[in-house]
């Protein structure tokens, strides 16, 4: 059993657009980037851009806590730029999210949204 409780979020990723949803209190944090982090051939080009933006959303959707919040993250890419993810691809939302602060992290590998119901319910998260 883990010392500090760890925070489900899901990710869903699309071309220059992030959504994060704090999946114990409900609340949905989507901003367009400023600054371009996709091309017309990848979705996250620009890893660093990518990384700030996160960390800052992140900042603004957890509750600030005693302890630091350990994160539970499922990540997704939701546009399709060209078939299937690649490995790369999968290492990169992977990267990103412990970049970020997961200490858990679960990849989705299709494009189809999840409902926070179906994305709490992978992560082991009763709602």
Same mark, same amino acid.
């Given at each position: 059993m883990p010392l500090l409780k760890r925070t489900p979020v899901y990710i869903k990723i699309s071309v220059n657009n992030i959504e994060v949803t704090n999946l114990s209190t409900g609340k949905t944090l989507s901003k367009i980037s400023p600054v371009a982090f996709s091309t017309s051939r990848i979705v996250i080009a620009n890893f660093n851009v990518i990384e700030? !933006? !996160?960390r800052d959303m992140l900042k603004e959707i957890i509750e600030k806590k005693i302890?630091?919040?350990?994160l539970k993250v499922l990540i997704q890419q939701t546009q399709e730029v060209d078939g299937e993810l690649t490995e790369i691809e999968k290492r990169t939302?992977?990267?990103l999210a412990e970049l970020a602060g997961a200490t858990h992290v679960e990849i989705v590998d299709h494009f189809r949204k999840l409902s926070d119901h179906d994305a709490a319910t992978r992560l082991?998260?009763?709602n």
């Open positions: 700030a !933006l !996160l302890f630091p919040v350990q939302l992977r990267d082991g998260h009763p």
